[in-house]
């Protein structure tokens, strides 16, 4: 979790000069200051934790600001401009749906179907209904309430326990936040709604028996009977870091739901639609869940998320009972949609899958330069995460993780403040339109920066 602010006193730093990246100015840009100081006054903390750039404008892989200063992204905005920045072919559509028709709340609207149509054509039976939304918490909370509605349908109102792991993150609004596993970001939600129950994400690092027993012992050491879990929910690869669910434990995972009447729901708001190489991170794991949450990569920018679920599922709420004032506004169905026909027109899952090699290699060779400070690194597709720790520990460096991405800004490589335990781990997930070069290049800038810290 970032916690600390990037001061604003400008640090002359070495010029840069590549296709990717250019320095031209002290970093945060003099011009820049008296914006940014002005942000912090208005706006609450909270939104103040990233690194002091003003981004102007951004195109494919680039960020830039006003001042001729050009970033290669390793952010992708928090992993969400995964068909690239700017695109022409998502700017003409949002310009063709805001000149005809830019508010429809619910009523009927051709473009809504079509958008319907291409996401349930990324993904398997029997995830064929859609429900459109506008953020990756809404559509966590629509799969909570899902799973609620049916348990409590099934086996009366004790049904309701809704599982989920440790580390875990499903979004800021107040059943995300119950669902999720991060203690530090719960303190406001008190003791209500106990039915919530965590168990540990078998990461192989922190939790290191990955063994499907450790669920079902820790639900038995909380006092949770399995016929009275209406729901268990995870990422498939956790947003703190990118550590995938290994496969034995999701497959066994799906037999224990299965057995026991309670529904599986992936959180595919950061590996949807192409990151990790697939359309979906559960493609990894050999298991399709009974609901799906996607956002971000989904619509390339425009706000707009995605429950997918089977039809008994999903028409569990009758006519206008489960909907939402801006579900499909016609502004950002028309992004997502011009979204997801770059991402296949243009191969970028195959692209990711393809540059998979390159992230995780470089990745290695990144904790291999820091000297053992990065003690855990993974890698899948196009995303990556670096968890710089205390020597021989698994307890965060988030010093380390927070100087990595400093000077990362400073050198020109975009990336957003530091996440995961403790706020050790430093994310790299750039657009998926990168190419090869370009993601060596910004590599090569972290491993030097690795080796700097270690
Ligand atoms: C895995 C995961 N789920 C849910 C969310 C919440 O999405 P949003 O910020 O759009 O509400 C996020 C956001 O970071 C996320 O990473």
Redesign the pocket.
């Known amino acids: 979790m970032a916690s600390k602010e990037f001061p604003l006193e400008p640090v002359t730093v070495p010029l840069v000069d590549t296709p990717n990246r250019k320095i031209r100015t002290a970093i945060p840009a003099p011009e820049s200051v008296d914006t940014l100081r002005r942000m912090r006054a208005c706006e609450p903390r909270s939104m103040g934790g990233q690194p002091p750039v003003l981004w102007d404008r951004a195109e494919g892989v680039h960020v830039h600001d006003a001042w001729g200063n050009q970033w290669l992204d390793f952010s992708s905005g ?2 969400v401009a995964n068909s690239g920045h700017g695109r022409r072919e998502i700017v003409e559509a949002i310009n063709e749906a805001a000149g005809r028709l830019y508010h429809a709340y619910c009523f009927p609207t051709a473009l809504r179907l079509e958008l319907e149509e291409a996401i349930a054509a990324f993904a398997p039976a029997p995830l064929n209904k859609v429900f459109l939304l ?7 909370e629509a799969c909570l309430k899902l799973a609620r509605t049916r348990g409590m349908a099934l086996g009366g109102p004790e049904k309701s326990v809704f599982v989920t792991f440790t580390h ?6 107040m059943g ?1 936040q119950l669902a999720g596993g991060i203690p530090g970001l719960k303190g406001w939600l008190g003791d209500c709604c106990p039915r919530f129950v965590n168990v540990p994400f078998p990461d192989g690092f922190r939790q290191t028996d990955v063994s499907f027993a450790v669920f079902e012992e820790s639900l038995r050491a909380q006092g949770v009977d399995p016929a009275r879990v209406c729901g268990v929910m995870t ?1 498939t690869f ?3 870091n990118a550590t995938l669910l290994p496969q034995a434990y999701a497959k066994a995972l799906r037999d224990w739901c299965d057995t026991h009447g309670s529904l599986l729901i992936f ?5 949807g639609f192409g990151r990790t190489g697939r359309a979906f991170g559960f493609e990894h794991l050999g298991v399709v869940p009974d609901l799906a ?1 996607c ?2 990569g989904i619509s390339g920018g425009m ?1 707009l ?1 995605a429950v997918l679920g089977p039809e008994a599922l999903m028409n569990l709420y009758g006519p206008g009972e489960m909907t939402s004032t801006h579900s499909a506004n016609p502004v950002c169905a028309a992004a997502a949609l011009a979204n997801l026909r770059l991402i296949r027109s243009e191969g970028l899952m195959e692209n990711a899958a393809a540059l998979d090699p390159v992230l995780r290699e470089g990745s290695a060779r990144i904790a291999q330069a820091s000297g053992g400070r990065i003690a855990r690194h993974d890698s899948v597709g196009l995303v990556a995460s670096l968890q710089w720790t205390e020597p021989g520990t698994t307890t965060p460096d988030p010093e380390r993780a927070w100087e990595m991405i400093n000077r990362s800004v400073q050198r020109g490589v975009m990336l957003f403040a530091p996440v995961g335990v403790g706020g050790g781990a430093v994310k790299i997930c750039p657009p998926l339109v990168i190419d090869e070069a370009a993601l060596r290049e910004g590599l090569e800038v972290l491993e030097t920066i690795a080796a700097e810290l270690a």
């Open positions: 928090v992993l506008t953020t990756g918490s809404e559509a966590t875990a993150f499903h979004g800021r609004t995300a990422e956790q947003g703190c959180d595919e708001v950061q590996a949450a956002g971000k706000p998320s």
